[in-house]
């Protein structure tokens, strides 16, 4: 679920803003909290509490979870 969020409108590399920072909470264990990318949604489609799923990218040898809104 997301707890909270904000939007960078900041280009750190070419074509990355804006993008949402989430801290989502896992409903696996109450008050565990990643902060993390949210990815494939609108901006006006983000709300708190928006139910979120999980996935990985792989930025070199390491990979990344990053959330999606839940296909319910």
Partial sequence: MLHSFTVNHQPWAPDSAPYVIGLVELVEQEGLRLTTNLIDCELDE???????????????????????????
């Fill in 46 to 72: 983000i709300e708190i509490g928006l139910s979120v799923q999980v996935g990985f990218v792989q930025r070199e040898d390491v990979w990344l979870p990053i959330f999606r809104p839940s296909i319910d």
